[in-house]
């Protein structure tokens, strides 16, 4: 068996950069593997919260499986993300660099600015190579996976790049330490190599480690899940290997998984699982590698959305419908267009300010001032959920904003300068 292996994994080699075609077996549902898997998740975590258990991993599977996500899942989570790093001062850590690495991957799955959360922009953090570094090879492996998760701009990608091809072991492969390969490492090393195969000395480390992980017996999750990722994000059908059935035996009739075949459920190893679940449902389905977020404009989280600049806005109060005209949380819609917000809560009026333009509503009164300009509005600003909600198109426009609507999939599309 070993050497039919390693005779296929040479084969591969000679063929990586191939499109490679994709087997669908029948027996394995992964679509209801994942909605299985995912219930199970959101069941255990009703308040996620920014970490490694429970945190971003979660955020970014279930964002990436495409299964349905409640408004106030998101934004608990973001909240509580914002809470964080103003209580830190942006400062999360010192050592551990990958953390910011993890957050831009799982705000990057819900369309969420990386460059400000609570005024803090994470791409600094993934721009200091010697900070990055401190943890050694796992830290620039996930700075290359969250740049190039949204096509973010990075001046050390070179070094992050460079560190990384020095640190292959002889004979293929990667590790955190010593000199034998590490299966998630390698694996892992697959994943950030991955956009930069088409570069000849990277296409060699690729499938040096390609040869080296295949050799491998795997016998936990986290690996199996790794190896998968790995796979699909450089179009090789993990299930020719029997990776994805060999990960359903881990799996336990809840929908949670095992660490070890002989263990009890363990919520990282689901994580893990889902990761790795959505990551090869994408790939049966010619969608983008489960890291490669650049087709994150398809993510749809309400039945009415709005697309600012080319990025679905993500809201504490979804947007809601009366008659015909769609009404959003009014301090993010400022905020977004850079407008200054001001709300006077004895007379219910918020009044929005953008350079010399001035916006003023009041709760309940379809009358709204543009420069002190009266004008009738279709639908009046109102509360919701303790949230108040103005009617989008109107401040958009009084703000100069391009407001276009898509009724195939009931969006607002905003483009502002």
């Not at 035996?249 to 893990?272: A, I, K, P, V």
């Given at each position: 068996m070993k050497t039919t292996k390693k005779t296929i994994s040479m084969l591969l080699v000679l063929t990586i950069v191939l499109a490679t075609t994709v087997t669908v077996y029948a027996d394995i549902?992964?679509?209801?593997?994942?909605?299985?898997?995912?219930?199970?998740?959101?069941?255990?975590?009703?308040?996620?919260?920014?970490?490694t258990i429970g945190g971003e991993w979660l955020i970014l599977g279930l964002a990436r499986s495409g299964v349905d996500l409640p408004y106030d899942y998101l934004a608990n989570y973001y909240e509580n993300l914002e809470k964080l790093f103003i209580q830190k001062q942006g400062e999360i850590t010192r050592n551990k660099y990958s953390d910011y690495s993890r957050i831009v991957l799982a705000?990057?799955?819900?369309?969420?600015?990386?460059?400000?959360?609570?005024?803090y922009n994470?791409?600094?953090?993934?721009?200091?190579?010697?900070?990055?570094?401190?943890?050694?090879?796992?830290?620039?492996?996930?700075?290359?996976?969250?740049?190039?998760?949204?096509?973010?701009n990075l001046s050390s990608?070179?070094?992050?790049?460079?560190?990384?091809?020095?640190?292959?072991?002889?004979?293929?492969?990667?590790?955190?330490?010593?000199?034998?390969?590490?299966?998630?490492?390698?694996?892992?090393?697959?994943?950030?190599?991955?956009?930069?195969?088409?570069?000849?000395?990277?296409?060699?480390?690729?499938?040096?480690?390609?040869?080296?992980?295949l050799e491998m017996e795997l016998d936990n999750v986290e690996s199996i899940s790794q190896v998968i990722i790995g796979l699909t994000s450089i179009d090789i059908d993990p299930e020719e290997y029997g990776y994805v059935s060999k990960l359903l035996g881990y799996r336990l009739n809840d929908g949670s998984f095992r660490h070890l075949l002989n263990g009890r459920s363990d919520f990282m190893s689901t994580e893990q699982a889902l990761l790795a679940?959505?990551?090869?449902?994408?790939?049966?389905?010619?969608?983008?590698?489960?890291?490669?977020?650049?087709?994150?404009?398809?993510?749809?989280?309400?039945?009415?959305?709005?697309?600012?600049?080319?990025?679905?806005?993500?809201?504490?109060?979804?947007?809601?419908?009366?008659?015909?005209?769609?009404?959003?949380?009014?301090?993010?819609?400022?905020?977004?267009?850079?407008?200054?917000?001001?709300?006077?809560?004895?007379?219910?009026?918020?009044?929005?300010?953008?350079?010399?333009?001035?916006?003023?509503?009041?709760?309940?009164?379809?009358?709204?001032?543009?420069?002190?300009?009266?004008?009738?509005?279709?639908?009046?600003?109102?509360?919701?959920?303790?949230?108040?909600?103005?009617?989008?198109?109107f401040i958009s426009g009084s703000l100069k904003a391009k407001v276009d609507w898509d009724a195939d999939t009931n969006t607002v599309v905003i483009t502002k300068e």
């Amino acid at each position: 068996m070993k050497t039919t292996k390693k005779t296929i994994s040479m084969l591969l080699v000679l063929t990586i950069v191939l499109a490679t075609t994709v087997t669908v077996y029948a027996d394995i549902d992964i679509e209801t593997e994942i909605e299985n898997t995912s219930s199970y998740l959101m069941q255990e975590v009703q308040d996620p919260y920014p970490g490694t258990i429970g945190g971003e991993w979660l955020i970014l599977g279930l964002a990436r499986s495409g299964v349905d996500l409640p408004y106030d899942y998101l934004a608990n989570y973001y909240e509580n993300l914002e809470k964080l790093f103003i209580q830190k001062q942006g400062e999360i850590t010192r050592n551990k660099y990958s953390d910011y690495s993890r957050i831009v991957l799982a705000l990057t799955a819900i369309g969420r600015d990386v460059t400000n959360v609570a005024g803090y922009n994470l791409l600094e953090k993934l721009n200091d190579f010697e900070s990055v570094k401190k943890q050694g090879i796992n830290g620039p492996l996930f700075a290359l996976i969250a740049k190039n998760s949204g096509g973010y701009n990075l001046s050390s990608e070179k070094a992050f790049l460079g560190y990384i091809l020095d640190n292959e072991l002889p004979g293929g492969g990667f590790c955190l330490s010593g000199s034998t390969a590490d299966p998630d490492i390698t694996a892992i090393a697959l994943q950030a190599l991955s956009a930069y195969r088409d570069q000849k000395e990277v296409k060699e480390v690729i499938d040096r480690a390609l040869n080296k992980l295949l050799e491998m017996e795997l016998d936990n999750v986290e690996s199996i899940s790794q190896v998968i990722i790995g796979l699909t994000s450089i179009d090789i059908d993990p299930e020719e290997y029997g990776y994805v059935s060999k990960l359903l035996g881990y799996r336990l009739n809840d929908g949670s998984f095992r660490h070890l075949l002989n263990g009890r459920s363990d919520f990282m190893s689901t994580e893990q699982a889902l990761l790795a679940l959505a990551a090869y449902s994408r790939f049966i389905k010619g969608e983008s590698p489960i890291y490669d977020m650049k087709d994150i404009s398809e993510w749809k989280f309400y039945k009415y959305k709005v697309l600012l600049n080319g990025r679905y806005m993500v809201f504490d109060q979804p947007p809601i419908n009366v008659n015909g005209r769609v009404l959003v949380p009014m301090r993010a819609i400022f905020e977004s267009l850079g407008a200054t917000v001001n709300w006077e809560q004895d007379i219910k009026r918020v009044t929005g300010t953008l350079g010399k333009i001035s916006v003023m509503l009041t709760i309940g009164d379809k009358r709204a001032y543009l420069n002190n300009k009266e004008i009738e509005l279709d639908v009046p600003a109102l509360i919701q959920n303790g949230r108040t909600l103005v009617p989008i198109r109107f401040i958009s426009g009084s703000l100069k904003a391009k407001v276009d609507w898509d009724a195939d999939t009931n969006t607002v599309v905003i483009t502002k300068e």
